[in-house]
């Protein structure tokens, strides 16, 4: 009689490939997913009854700022919780590493620059630290652009010499030689906002050897979303690599259904090259606080605020009124600080996660006090109201789009489909239960439905807690390989 470390019977697999779930029992042995098939004469040492439970690849989370909180928080509860394996971290311009030269005052850098260890000057450094300190998930990293911007120039609010951009374009090689996965940039915010199209360009390209992927928090999400996804795209292809759209959304009341011309517009660059985009599924964005962003929401909440910690989770028209000022000046007072804008329209959501090529990303942001619920809930959401409830999809197309998708876009080889040979990310949830619990009001509650989540094949959550268990790796590029 063959055996295995684990044996999970009589589930359903949705294997991540976006093919129809099948009844099977899987196998696991040491980090890898051994058989999948009738397993009915192997012994597991350990054995999990998964009827009526959906057993799928774990969810990869593509669109994350878990720099920082993988090393403080290593059991990452708000991801492990939902049924994520994997985060990619160093978005919209923003990465913990490399970290040269910058003064520590500058924000928002310096929101995570309170532990002179969690100092990294390369990529290098920040992967190896969590070979060293592993996480309960696996991670892999990309370099953000501003923070290249902060180590390359002593003022990053004018556009950089070419000097300066020689400077980052040296950093990022080393990065990407030490196995960051590419480079995210935030044109949209105060750091980059000065930078020019080719000097994005210029820093892009010396990853296209290697083949890098670029992700794009865009210059404009709001009145100018269309020549911002123009140059996005001038940028993957005059770079030569492959771009994603960064939490692809039209902000702002005016400019509800602009989804309608931005989806066919990036159909049309995919004829061209490789371009693609993910999404969280919720009609409120979160940031720092921007204090021109407030006269286009419904309603704005305070995440947090430095100048005020009693405000967290508070409206900000409210608090206008008592300190008597206006919105947008309350917001300045406020400064700096987070916050949760209404700025989208339902539709335009539902709409972009119908779109067969999009992937799911959280954009949690783990240290904000009062955090979006998109943090907690994001994958039971798209799985139990949007594909579920809703019926925007099958149960299968949303689990291909956080599993076999990402994994095939990002180039995570062995991860992302349930197939003997590849890692043992898995996990175990209720197709008819699962669900988020976390709302405006209480962001913090853990999703329901979600049985057991194994990293590595190690179970690193389990019926509502984590277990303690920190099998996570970073995933480096070189381990990767995108399919063509
Ligand atoms: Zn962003
Ligand atoms: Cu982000």
Redesign the pocket.
Known sequence: MTSADLVIRNGTVIDGSGAAGFQADVAVSGDRISAVGDLGAMAGAREIDAQGQVVAPGFIDV?T?DDRYLFTHPEMAPKASQGVTSVVVG??GFSLAPWKNQGKDQFPMSLWQDREDLIFESAGGYLAQLERTPPALNAAMLVGHSSLRYGAMDDVHRAATDGEIAAMQDSLRDCIDEGAIGMSSGLFYPPAQAAKTEEVTAVAAVMAAKDGIYTA?IRDEADHLLEALEEVAQIGREAGVQVVI??HKAAGLSNFGMTKQSLPRIEEFQKQQRLTLDVYPYHASSTMILPHLVSRCRKVLITWSKPRPDVRGRDLAELAVEMGMTAEDAARALSPGGAIYFQLDEEDVQRVLSYPGAMIGS?GIPDDQHPHPRLWGTFPRVLGHYARDLGLMTLESAVHRMTGLPAAQFGFTGRGELRPGNFADLVIFNPKTILDSATFEAPTEPAIGIDSVFVNGLPVWRLGKATGERPGRPIRLGDTSRGG
């Open positions: 669109h700022h978005n919209c928090h960064s939490h954009d």
